[in-house]
């Protein structure tokens, strides 16, 4: 499985996983804020995708690397690659790029409570990488709980 840097090219890779995931994130795809955010991150070296064989994308990932508290800001897996080890290539892709400890890794997840905690997979997925639970955060944009999981790094 292929994880590289993100390119300017990639965006409507993105935009068609975000599409994927706005029921539970809110709207992205038409968000000018979106677009934005991840040209920024691509102009900064702090994007990664895995991409597919045809025109969209497998997976992709916005990261912070401001030490020693690191940040998963964005990670969404297609829905025909759930389960397959993108989402686990590109956080070790991450962690290998940009991660030195001490620190720890946070991600704002889920809230045990959403529908997209358990339809997603996103909580067991953050707990097999070491991730644990910590305090609530905000809700999301649609109202749902979301809860802060962090990985202590040596």
């Known amino acids: 499985m292929t994880v590289r840097p993100a390119r300017a090219h990639d965006l409507p890779g993105f935009l068609g996983l975000a599409a994927q995931v706005e029921q539970w994130f ?5 968000e000018p804020g979106f677009h934005d955010a991840v040209r920024e991150h691509i102009a900064a070296d702090m994007a990664l995708v895995t991409p597919s064989s ?6 992709g990932l916005l990261f ?3 030490a020693p508290t690191y940040h998963v800001h964005w990670l969404v897996v297609s829905r025909r690659a759930r ?8 956080m070790e892709e991450a962690v290998r790029r940009w991660v030195r400890g001490p620190g720890e890794i946070e991600v704002v997840t889920f809230g045990a409570d959403h529908l997209g905690a358990v339809v997603s997979g996103a909580r067991v997925f953050y707990e097999r990488l070491g991730f644990t639970p910590a305090e609530p955060a905000a809700p999301g944009p649609e109202g749902g709980s979301r809860q ?3 990985r202590a790094v040596a």
């Open 26 to 30: 809110g709207p992205m795809v038409e």
């Open 54 to 59: 045809g025109p969209d994308l497998l997976g």
């Open 64 to 66: 912070g690397a401001e």
């Open 83 to 90: 389960g397959t080890g993108v989402g686990r290539a590109l």
């Open 148 to 150: 802060v999981y962090r």
